[in-house]
């Protein structure tokens, strides 16, 4: 009984990991820059939800109204993010971490700045903060349900839509797209912006789960790396599975080899490389 | 690389700093350097701190001991090199007469070491790593050990000598508190804890997977975090519905005041041992309290209170006169917000009274006081 509960528990941080890693994921596939500023777009969405609406309960229809609001910062980062990166074009990973890095400290540093540098927290929005059965949090439930709806959107957007062909295509042949007349850097665009949307997002959704911090920026884009690598970049099944898989590692595995719990998280990446290096989904160029 | 470009960023800043110090010898001055975590996770700690020792200094017309007192804050960034480094330069460079503030045991350990080798003493305000204290350095916070202790022993009083399980972060503030637990539980009568559950250190955002450890047996819970640890731990607990299943007894930084408004509801009813509540009834608490309150609209927090008392201590000693070491030595009684104590005399660590708090209504609320031991 236990262990299902650990299980289920696995499935809420894996659905907050997806929301995290998929914007990474594609940004690095579209445009292949690793953006590091993830982590601290993540907690933007975080902060700006704590400066609206503070640390007590919210009704459900405010809480949503924020998260959509940090969707819309997630557009306005995401469009200086992308000026920002545009430049640097064909100038190596390096130069991009350098820079991406650089806009993370900037940004996390002034979210801490514009609150103060302890701990916070997040309500669950009234009517979620109770917990199911007197031993399940109510909030976790809902941010699976959030997480599944995003993941069957996102696959329905990329397989369905002729907007998810174009990225498809931008992603396996861009001169090739260019060449038949569509402007891939408007497709790219398009993408960072999404990916920017999706982790402030995320940030307003794992704020229950995960206390405002300094320093939650970087716990988080290790977490969203890990993912990324693990389910193979620029893949949205990659992203998915290994959100589940490494969602499970820190709960169930956790649950089961408490001795190894510090080394568990890597220990799985590793064997997952090993198997395949190019991750679970990932082809080899 | 992040935490390089971060280190050189603090090295040009400081290096720009340190140069316009000038270190004439002063009789009339005394200089107190205070090696605070203004960056990193210790950094809203350190906020605290800084601002009870400036309230201190205020309140006394910037002078301790009857000397004009300047104080110089160094940021250690929560890193034991940069504290170190930080020592060297308040005491070469600044010549301070003394060296206060830290918050993380290491950094405490890093500086000790060095401002041993510049026979300057130490006063430590928050730092709670056992090996601490000795010749040269005094303690105004307390020993993980004796943390651990005191609550060991309320434990075998209130909850029952068996069925102990200890639970805390594996770094070595959540061992030595757990290992005082259970020596003082067993000083106390107590039978050996049934289990023990340790949790990597800042990595763990859920606690649900080691809650789940808890063998159905089980009396009562003993835990240990701090910081965002404390808020996670304090809200997975009552979530998952664990306070109705098993009795919960914590450390005091569980119900510490930078972390209670982000717990918020759940953190109704904990039950807790410390050395301070912003609740407890004697003139000088109600006097720092309704001070600290005034300039910062909030509860003082145990730092706040140890780094006041960090703050007394040089007064005291300073005010005695002599060589600085040996006055700080030899101060005996201080009266405290938190109770009268004093440091013992071999390693100059607190001996004083421990409470058992019980969080409601907005109030860390005294239920029981637990005297030292004798012999501690």
Redesign the interface.
């Known amino acids: 009984m ?2 299902l ?2 299980a289920f ?1 696995g499935i809420a ?1 894996g659905a907050l990991l997806f929301v995290l890693a998929v914007g990474l994921t594609m940004i690095f596939g579209l445009l292949d820059v690793l953006n590091l500023a993830h982590g601290a777009l993540y907690m933007a969405g975080g902060y700006l939800a704590l400066l609206i609406i503070g ?2 309960p919210v009704s459900l229809a405010v809480f949503i109204g924020v998260a959509l609001l940090a969707v819309v910062a997630g557009l306005v980062l995401g469009g200086g993010l992308s000026a920002a990166i545009r430049p640097l074009r064909g100038r190596g990973h390096l130069d991009q ?1 350098l820079l991406t ?2 806009l993370a ?1 900037l940004l996390s540093e002034f979210l801490l700045q514009s609150v ?6 997040l ?1 669950a929005p009234i009517g979620l903060d109770g ?1 199911i ?5 109510a909030y976790r439930v809902a941010v699976i349900v959030a997480g599944l709806a995003i993941a069957g959107a996102t696959f329905w957007v990329f397989e369905k839509t002729r907007a998810g062909a174009l990225v498809r295509a931008a992603v396996d042949d861009p001169e090739m797209l260019a060449a038949t007349g569509v402007n891939v850097r408007r497709v790219r665009l398009g993408v960072v912006l999404a990916g920017c949307a999706l982790a402030v997002f995320a940030g307003v959704l794992g704020g229950p ?7 939650l920026d ?2 988080v884009l290790v977490l969203a790396l890990i993912v990324i690598v693990v389910g193979g970049l620029a893949s949205i099944r990659g992203a998915a599975l290994g959100a589940l898989l490494i969602g499970q590692v ?3 595995g ?2 089961l080899v ?1 001795e190894l ?2 080394y568990l998280l890597f220990a799985v990446m590793a064997a997952v490389l090993l198997w395949r290096p190019a991750g679970l989904f990932g082809r080899t160029a | 690389m992040r935490y390089a470009v971060l280190a050189l960023l603090l090295l040009s800043a400081s290096a720009c700093g340190g140069g316009a110090m000038q270190g004439a010898q002063d009789d009339s001055t005394v200089k107190i350097g205070a090696i605070i975590s203004q960056t990193g996770v210790y950094s809203a700690l350190g906020d605290d701190m800084e601002a009870a020792m400036r309230l201190y200094l205020t309140e006394k017309g910037d002078k301790l001991g009857g000397k004009r007192a300047e104080l110089i804050t160094a940021d250690d960034a929560g890193n034991p090199e940069t504290g170190q480094q930080k020592a060297k330069q308040l005491t070469l460079e600044n010549k301070v007469d003394v060296i206060t503030g830290l918050i993380a045991s290491p950094v405490a350990v890093a500086v000790a070491k060095e401002a041993a080798a510049q026979k300057t003493p130490v006063v430590i305000a928050n730092a709670g790593a056992d090996a601490l204290g000795g010749p040269g350095v005094f303690r105004v916070s307390y020993t993980n050990y004796m943390h651990g202790y005191a609550a060991g022993k309320y434990a075998a009083e209130a909850y029952g000598k068996d069925g102990a399980v200890l639970m805390g972060a594996d770094y070595s503030a959540g061992t030595e508190t757990l290992k005082g637990f259970a020596d003082g539980f067993a000083k106390a009568g107590g039978a050996a804890p049934i289990k023990q559950i340790l949790t990597p250190f800042g990595k763990t955002q859920n606690f649900q997977p080691y809650l789940s450890q808890i063998p159905a047996e089980a009396k009562f819970l003993y835990v240990f975090y701090a910081g965002g640890e404390a808020i996670t731990f304090a809200k997975n607990f009552k979530q998952f519905g664990y306070d109705q299943k098993v009795k919960l007894l914590t450390c005091q930084n569980i119900t510490d005041e930078d972390v209670l408004q982000a717990i918020g509801a759940d953190a109704e009813g904990i039950t807790s041992v410390g050395l301070y509540s912003p609740a407890l009834d004697n003139a000088e608490n109600a006097a720092f309290v309704s001070k600290w309150k005034a300039k910062t609209g909030k509860n003082p927090s145990v730092v706040a209170l140890q780094s006041w008392d960090a703050m007394q201590l040089i007064d005291k000693a300073v005010a005695a006169g002599g060589d600085l070491s040996e006055a700080l030595a030899k101060v005996g009684d201080i009266t405290s917000p938190r109770g009268t104590f004093k440091l013992d005399a071999d390693k100059h660590n607190p001996v004083q009274n421990w409470y058992a708090r019980t969080y409601e209504g907005g109030a860390n609320k005294v239920i029981a006081t637990i005297p030292p031991d004798p012999a501690s």
């Open positions: 236990n262990l509960v650990t528990d941080f640390e007590a971490a890095m650089g400290i103060d540098r302890g701990f916070h927290s309500a917990s059965a007197g031993s399940y949090p789960l995960l206390n405002l911090r300094a320093g970087t716990e820190q709960t169930l956790v649950a408490p719990a510090a």
